[in-house]
């Protein structure tokens, strides 16, 4: 299913209005709840691309069945840019069009995993903690860079992770882990209502055979071909 979304009314106009949503949003941020068991449920993955040409943004929502990991659902939203670029503000681009997707599905989401961040972003508040304010769902971010941060070694072996950590070295905001045997590793954080142990076993559960979970692989694929679909109408 596809729907299209429009800029909510009274949505931020420019980075100091942002930046006051976050700031009003940042404390309700659940940290004290293990999350749902891996393996258990539904997962969704989101993710969006970008058509810069035309200003349009197309966003995925990919529910698999946490056992199997086979799809049940996909549904997509686009519309029109709602932000514009500002580092560190990204969510405010992209939560519009995710919305739309989620909104779209009939099946209950379980956790929400996002292709970005939560608390490892520079104001702690990054993607996957933002939708899982407003929303209400657990959510983890498992990005592909680590942002701003730095982290220690970490084994080879799938399953290794070492702490990411602040710029001060004591705030532990995610993990770098190691989903496949000597391959580079991916970054956990949390985002709302699940724990960082959690996160990370989520994470494992959904890498059996890439790097990045399979939530992230679908809704990526997803997502563009949306953005293709535009493009041949």
């Known amino acids: 299913m596809q729907t299209i979304t429009g800029v909510?009314?009274?949505?931020?106009?420019?980075?100091?209005?942002?930046?006051?949503?976050?700031?009003?949003?940042?404390?309700?941020?659940?940290?004290?709840?293990?999350?749902?068991?891996?393996?258990?449920?539904?997962?969704?993955?989101?993710?969006?691309?970008?058509?810069?040409?035309r200003d349009v943004v197309a966003a995925a929502a990919v529910v698999l069945d946490a056992a199997t990991l086979d799809v049940i659902e996909e549904a997509t939203s686009v519309g029109r840019v709602a932000f514009p670029y500002v580092p560190g503000l990204l969510a405010f681009r992209e939560i519009p069009a995710v919305?739309?997707?989620?909104?779209?599905?009939?099946?209950?989401?379980?956790?929400?995993?996002?292709?970005?961040?939560?608390?490892?972003?520079?104001?702690?508040?990054?993607?996957?903690?933002?939708?899982?304010?407003?929303?209400?769902?657990?959510?983890?971010?498992?990005?592909?860079?680590?942002?701003?941060?730095?982290?220690?070694?970490?084994?080879?072996?799938?399953?290794?992770?070492?702490?990411?950590?602040?710029?001060?070295?004591?705030?532990?905001?995610?993990?770098?882990?190691?989903?496949?045997?000597?391959?580079?590793p991916v970054y956990v954080s949390v985002g709302h209502r699940v724990s960082l142990a959690n996160a990370c076993a989520h994470t494992l559960a959904l890498t059996p055979a890439y790097r990045v979970p399979e939530t992230t692989r679908r809704a990526d694929r997803l997502c563009r071909d949306a953005l293709l679909g535009l493009t041949e109408r």
């Open 8 to 53: 909510p009314e009274g949505w931020p106009a420019d980075e100091a209005a942002a930046r006051a949503v976050q700031d009003a949003l940042r404390d309700r941020v659940v940290l004290d709840e293990t999350g749902p068991p891996p393996g258990t449920g539904t997962v969704t993955g989101i993710d969006v691309a970008y058509d810069d040409a």
């Open 99 to 184: 919305l739309g997707a989620l909104e779209a599905l009939r099946t209950d989401p379980g956790l929400v995993v996002c292709d970005g961040y939560g608390l490892a972003h520079p104001r702690r508040f990054g993607l996957a903690s933002h939708l899982g304010v407003v929303t209400g769902l657990p959510t983890i971010g498992v990005a592909k860079n680590p942002f701003v941060f730095t982290h220690g070694e970490l084994g080879r072996e799938r399953g290794s992770a070492a702490a990411l950590l602040a710029d001060d070295g004591d705030e532990e905001v995610g993990r770098a882990l190691r989903t496949r045997d000597g391959v580079k």
